[in-house]
């Protein structure tokens, strides 16, 4: 298979699933901030600051949800020495010298005003995407789709109502800028809140590599070469790590090989095949490695909300607390019937909100890197007792775990019967050999970013059919909504999409504007696959 050659350096970050489906029409031209209208004879778009958008969020503001309290933040993107733990400092990117970021927490029907001011180094621009939050469409934060990236000594200020309460995160949407510490938690708080608990831990998983062996661009750079005849290598042992295992090693052997920045032979049964791309150095809690972790401190018998994020790039995590099961409320901001597990995986870019009842004792929590033979983990302290092992694989990870496939949506928010208005089938394509990851054959086009659009209109039922015929899984994200998996599954904004598989999904088109729809894979999105939803005008 002929490589075909890199694109040009696009100003998106998180990567991803796109591209053009198959209903898509006549190519449209624009910057997507203005009026959207299209070439001679293509459709007429709904621009990213069209009056449609102005009319959604007026309505967003009118409803009974909608506070018309202001929540005013400041966030500065600047270069950064974090501390890992054990010792180990690294310069990476980060806001206001955190890694992650510090926390925003708001109620549902608040307006956020969050200014962003970009110090970043070398002409770097940026932008601030929020993480599946149904906002209005121009403040996004998709350059060039839904605005200018923001300029080094420049300032843009984001200004929307957050309507749905939930566990969300922010991060830029230029290049491979989330693979560094350039993320944070912003969680939704509801003010009618229906669960009974009585303390919260945020934990936020990552993959991290930036001022180790490298920097992110220099692994882009890398994987775009496309790793040839090593593609598809496994570790002859039948995908099971060296342990008889499918999908981890419970023993403390080494990761899988590597080349450089590119990881070989991660296998994972749970992911379907290849499990990821990169070889990362550190997989951290809440900022912390393994051997000094991050430590949450509570009372035995008490009852603790966890929201758990994987701001990671290329890592699903198989995450389990030591010695205790954890019963699902949420998955991506929205509530699904109860279900108690032991174990849970989260792709890149999707939450889940876990209740857990605290035993007595020093417990860990286990991230362990599918497939990679790696872990994070943090400490749950309520009594006396040694720390466990960094390395220490508790016997939950291996036992009952549901994928959001198996989950529930909760009554109060599972969508209405109806057939699809419209449907768009979502071819996934690529290899490791080429890294030539697309959307319907075609790798977006940043210069172009409405060329191609997936074509829908406000009011209409839509369906996405993705039809992942690559050997890899895939988190598909979609931007400005949720859509809920199959007839009655939950509601999501991102969803992993297994090798072979193809995965339906539904959503009302009732947030009129221009939206990404990609991989959260940041280095797959980076490489080309991602597509723009585009609303007729």
């Not at 500065?76 to 974090?82: L, N």
């Not at 749950?380 to 040694?386: L, P």
């Not at 009655?488 to 999409?497: F, M, N």
């Amino acid at each position: 298979m002929t490589r075909k050659p890199p694109i040009a350096r696009r100003s998106l970050l998180l990567a991803g699933l796109g591209a053009a489906g198959a209903g898509a029409l006549t190519a449209c031209s624009g910057s997507g901030s203005g009026s959207g209208s299209g070439t001679s004879g293509g459709p007429t778009l709904v621009g990213a600051s069209g009056p449609e958008v102005a009319r959604a969020e007026k309505a967003r503001a009118d409803t009974r949800t909608g506070t018309g309290k202001e929540r005013k933040h400041t966030l500065t993107a600047a270069s950064a020495k974090a501390d890992l733990g054990a010792g180990i400092t690294v310069r990476t990117w980060a806001f206001d010298g955190r890694a992650p970021g510090k926390e925003i927490r708001i109620d549902a029907g608040d307006t956020l005003v969050a200014s962003l001011a970009n110090q970043l180094p070398d002409r770097t621009t940026t932008s601030l995407h929020w993480h599946g939050i149904a906002l209005r469409g121009d403040m996004d934060g998709v350059p060039p789709a839904t605005q200018t990236a923001v300029r080094p000594g420049s300032t843009f200020t984001y200004r929307f109502i957050a309507p749905d309460p939930g566990t969300y995160f922010f991060h830029p949407h230029v290049g491979v800028q989330l693979d560094r510490g350039l993320y944070a938690p912003l969680i939704v708080e509801d003010p009618k809140e229906p669960l009974a608990y009585d303390a919260e831990w945020v934990v936020v998983l990552d993959d991290w590599l930036d001022g180790v062996t490298g920097t992110p661009d220099q692994a882009f750079a890398e994987l775009s070469k496309g790793m040839g005849p090593h593609a598809g290598m496994d570790m002859g042992d039948g995908g099971t790590g060296g342990s008889g295992m499918p999908g981890h090693d419970m023993g403390g052997g080494s990761a899988p090989p590597s080349r450089g920045f590119t990881l070989m032979g991660a296998r994972s049964e749970l992911l379907g095949g290849d499990a990821g791309d990169v070889a990362y150095p550190h997989h951290l809690v809440n900022g912390r490695v393994p051997a000094d972790p991050d430590v949450h401190r509570g009372e035995p018998g008490r009852k603790v909300r966890l929201r758990i994020v994987n701001a990671g790039s290329d890592t699903a995590y198989r995450v389990a607390l030591g010695g205790h099961r954890m019963t699902i409320t949420h998955t991506d901001g929205f509530p699904v019937r109860h279900e108690e597990v032991d174990a849970l995986l989260v792709g890149m870019g999707e939450r889940y909100d876990v209740l857990v009842t605290l035993a007595d004792g020093v417990f860990p929590l286990v991230a362990l890197a599918e497939g990679k033979n790696a872990t994070g983990m943090a400490l749950v302290r309520t009594g006396s007792g040694a720390a466990p092992a960094p390395t220490v694989r508790p016997k939950e990870l291996d036992g009952r775990l549901l994928t959001a496939t198996q989950l529930r949506a909760a009554d109060a928010v599972r969508l209405e019967a109806a057939k699809p208005d419209i449907v768009h089938r979502v071819d996934i394509s690529g290899t490791m050999a080429a890294y030539d990851w697309a959307l319907n054959g075609r790798r977006f086009d940043m210069d172009d970013p409405t060329a191609n659009p997936l074509l829908i209109e406000e009011g209409r039922r839509v369906r996405l059919e993705f039809v992942n015929r690559t050997e890899m899984w895939h988190p598909m994200h979609l931007h400005g909504h949720t859509y809920q998996l199959g007839a009655a599954g939950p509601r999501k904004d991102t969803a992993i999409v297994l090798p072979g598989r193809t995965l339906s999904v539904d959503f009302d088109a009732d947030n009129p504007g221009q939206w990404m729809l990609h991989c959260h894979n940041a280095y797959h999105g980076e490489a080309g696959m991602m597509a723009l939803v585009a609303y007729r005008s």
